[in-house]
């Protein structure tokens, strides 16, 4: 006899990447841009105030030529400087290599900047009428800025040096997540194979004994189980699915049982509307029922009452599974000190491990005596709808 009654409830629910790297050149280009205009200004400004103190002021419109002409002139040779870095990084096993090609590398386009730069000194001269010798202007600027330039050209290599490890970290991090993703996902299939067999097994135990007493029933309870099976097959890579889905697996699986027990087995639902859509792992209520079952009602003559229950709860789904069985559950052994020690069978031990997997510190499962006999099971999981899921995975 099954009763289902569900809740009226007016409480809505409640609303529960990185971004790609860089894989192209013309990204990696503006960025050098936006970095070379930062470090023009930083420096135009450092420019302008320090000569003023020194009593030697410099206008904002010359600074503003010098520092960005400089850091300009950089950022037309840092493609090249990139190619090099990304062409030639220190590696195990080729890193002295790398630094002998840098090192020449660096001394090169230090002087290919001071060419730029004495291009512009010339260009200024021209503009404002006050010629400087090439070769004069070449000279002073070797001595003043060939180490910085130097300098420089190896910051820019530390730099992108340090956002290719960076990027192969956060691949190397990404990769690890998923692996441990798909490791989680194995584990969980595989206890899913191993609750398959054992609720098959049972089933057809039952089947076996009912042959010797009713052929009819038998018959009928092997097409049930079939019935089953195939519901079982749909959902097998599912991992997750509708509280109302599971529901519906529950109802086909009691049919099973009441050809054994009849009006000995009673069961009553109590779900809340709001509940009905929310995700629950798939052949998740199969086993507490059936452990009602084998406790409450099958060692009993008389009826026997299973209570379902599914409501919200601040964020968390509550199902419980309740009997009015004699109460205890499993033999109950000593350990050497004397302390009690209780087992579970495959389905509670199986559930309680599916649990964990999925949902980490965020699930409990308790069970619970209850003072008029019987046992209670009480599961408590994240509360989620299918949309609000994956809004959920889209925000991280």
């Given at each position: 006899m099954l009763v289902v009654r569900l809740r009226t409830n007016?409480?809505?629910?409640?609303?529960?990447?990185?971004?790609?790297?860089?894989?192209?050149?013309?990204?990696?280009?503006?960025?050098v841009l936006a970095i070379s205009s930062f470090l023009g200004v930083f420096f135009a400004a450092q420019m302008h105030f320090s000569s003023a103190a020194f009593g030697h002021p410099v206008s904002w419109g010359q600074a503003f030529y010098w520092a960005l002409g400089d850091w300009y002139e950089w950022a037309l040779l840092a493609p090249l400087i990139l190619w090099l870095s990304l062409r030639f990084s220190f590696e195990r096993g080729r890193w002295r290599m790398s630094l002998g090609v840098h090192f020449v590398a660096g001394v090169a386009l230090s002087i290919v900047h001071l060419v730029l730069c004495g291009l512009a000194e010339q260009l200024q001269g021209w503009i404002e009428g006050n010629k400087v010798a090439f070769s004069a202007s070449f000279q002073r600027l070797l001595t003043n800025r060939f180490h910085f330039n130097v300098a420089v050209y190896g910051l820019i290599v530390c730099a992108w040096h340090a956002w290719a490890y960076y990027?192969?970290?956060?691949?190397?991090?990404?990769?690890a997540v998923e692996l441990a993703g798909q490791l989680a996902q194995a584990q969980l299939q595989a206890l899913r194979m191993q609750l398959n067999p054992h609720f098959l097994f049972n089933t057809l135990h039952a089947v076996s004994s009912l042959m010797l007493k009713d052929v009819v029933a038998a018959n009928q309870m092997i097409t049930r189980?079939?019935?089953?099976?195939?519901?079982?097959?749909e959902t097998t890579d599912q991992q997750e699915v509708p509280l109302k889905q599971e529901l519906e697996f529950l109802r086909h699986y009691l049919r099973i049982e009441q050809i054994r027990f009849g009006d000995r087995l009673a069961l009553h639902m109590d779900v809340e509307p709001a509940t009905l859509d929310a995700r629950v792992p798939?052949?998740?209520?199969?086993?507490?029922?059936?452990?009602?079952?084998?406790?409450?009602?099958?060692?009993n003559t008389g009826p026997g009452r299973i209570e379902f229950s599914a409501v919200r709860n601040n964020g968390q789904l509550v199902l419980q599974v309740s009997d009015n069985g004699v109460g205890g559950r499993w033999p109950e052994p000593r350990d050497v000190k004397g302390t009690c020690v209780r087992r579970e069978g495959i389905g509670l031990s199986n559930t309680r491990q599916r649990l964990s997997h999925l949902y980490g510190d965020k699930q409990k499962l308790e069970l619970k005596q209850?003072?008029?006999?019987?046992?209670?099971?009480?599961?408590?999981?994240?509360?989620?709808?299918?949309?609000?899921?994956?809004?959920?995975?889209?925000?991280?």
């Open positions: 007016t409480q809505a629910p409640e609303e529960m990447s990185t971004p790609p790297l860089p894989k192209r050149w013309l990204p990696t280009c503006g960025a990027r192969k970290y956060r691949e190397r991090e990404a990769q189980l079939g019935e089953l099976l195939r519901l079982t097959l798939n052949l998740i209520l199969q086993p507490l029922v059936e452990n009602a079952i084998r406790y409450a009602i099958e060692p209850r003072d008029s006999g019987g046992l209670t099971v009480c599961i408590s999981i994240p509360f989620l709808t299918k949309t609000e899921l994956e809004r959920a995975q889209g925000g991280t």
